[in-house]
């Protein structure tokens, strides 16, 4: 059974930085396709960035293209999420989130939270003045 663990999250001011960290266990292999999502206080959850592990090939949101960078190190089986120049919208809980890869799914699909079958507990990220 695959288990996520998110670390990182914190209070930071607006157009700080902050590292995610998700720590992966109990992957069969190492093709798993892998996101990070977050939700904000009576929004939907919502998908920033995903990664295949099999290509490496990435996709982000609009919403965070150009600032957030998503990365993994397979020796330690951990997936990253840094985030730069944080505004007030970026304040959310972040999840991180795998799936096995089986088939391809396009980068749209990479962010949509039905694609994704184990989820973390999720990390909180705010940003303030």
């Known amino acids: 059974q695959v288990q996520l663990v998110e670390s990182g999250g914190g209070s930071v001011q607006v157009g700080g930085s902050l590292r995610l960290s998700c720590a992966a266990s109990g992957y069969r292999d190492s093709n798993y396709y892998m996101a990070w999502f977050r939700q904000a206080p009576g929004k939907e959850r919502e998908g920033v960035a995903s990664?295949?592990?099999?290509?490496?090939?990435?996709a982000y949101s609009d919403s965070v293209k150009g600032r957030f960078t998503i990365s993994q190190d397979n020796a330690k089986n951990t997936l990253y999420l840094q985030m730069n120049t944080l505004k007030h919208e970026d304040t959310a809980m972040y999840y991180c989130?795998?799936?096995?890869?089986?088939?391809?799914?396009?980068?749209?699909?990479?962010?949509?939270?039905?694609?994704?079958?184990?989820w973390g507990q999720g990390t909180q990220v705010t940003v303030s003045s």
């Open positions: 990664i295949r592990n099999r290509s490496g090939t990435i």
């Open positions: 989130a795998a799936a096995y890869d089986a088939t391809y799914w396009s980068n749209s699909e990479r962010l949509r939270t039905d694609t994704y079958n184990y």
